[in-house]
């Protein structure tokens, strides 16, 4: 059974620095894994989806990477923002419809 | 460009009481459709998907239904809601198995 697990659960941080977020999963065999944002009471907004035979996926400030050997995917913003503050959450795809798991996510304050 | 609108945003039901929540897509043809139910400090659980009219898989036995009557539209129902339904409701779409993901905005159903 895949478990998706990401450190840490919340992080603050002042405007203007770099971070990352962390994504991990148990099992390899994945096809897809996509990143999320949402925003309180709000539905999830897709950010990045990587192909498993990507290694990285950049849009704007954000880039990720996926390394299936090691089981991680990490997101990177660039010069934070405060309208960056959202909770992230990572997807792994393991090949059926009912094969998506999710992460808990990780909190992200920017602070001004 | 597509996009999936879901309602209503916000529930407040009686124990017992009917439910329908509903889900809609514009802009594109034979989308898989999903419910996902989201709770405080839990991953996304997949309640039902659907990959065309009528086909509807259920991922967990419990007290809720769902239906597909248009090739764009997915309705959650629930004839007599239980307090244990309470929680925030997303209805999403993709075009492939493992495709990217699109979630709708969400609907916040409280059971008293």
């Known amino acids: 059974k895949q478990e998706v697990t990401q450190i840490p659960a919340a992080l603050s941080v002042p405007e203007g620095e770099n971070l990352v977020l962390n994504c991990s999963f148990t099992?390899?065999?994945?096809?897809?894994l996509q990143w999320f944002r949402q925003d309180p009471g709000k539905g999830l907004t897709s950010l990045l989806l990587?192909?498993?035979?990507?290694r990285e996926q950049t849009s704007g400030r954000l880039n990720a990477s996926l390394d299936k050997s090691s089981g991680r995917s990490t997101l990177y913003i660039a010069a934070s923002q405060p309208g960056d503050s959202a909770t992230y959450l990572c997807a792994v795809f393991s090949g059926g419809y009912q094969k998506v798991t999710f992460g808990i996510g990780t909190k992200l304050q920017v602070i001004p | 460009s597509q996009t999936i609108h879901q309602w209503p945003a916000t529930l407040v039901q009686p124990v017992g009481s009917p439910l329908s929540l509903e889900c809609t897509v514009e802009?594109?043809?034979?989308?898989?459709l999903y419910w996902y139910r989201q709770a405080a400090g839990r991953g996304l659980q997949l309640l039902f998907y659907?990959?065309?009219?009528?086909?509807i898989s259920s991922e967990v036995p419990q007290n809720l239904s769902a239906s597909r009557p248009q090739d764009r539209q997915f309705i959650l129902s629930s004839k007599k809601l239980l307090l244990s339904d309470s929680g925030f409701y997303l209805c999403a779409w993709n075009l492939r198995r493992v495709g990217e993901l699109f979630f709708g905005e969400g609907s916040r159903l409280t059971v008293l």
């Open positions: 099992d390899s065999a994945i096809y897809n």
């Open positions: 802009g594109t043809s034979n989308p898989n």
């Open positions: 990587i192909q498993s035979s990507q």
């Open positions: 659907s990959v065309g009219i009528g086909q």
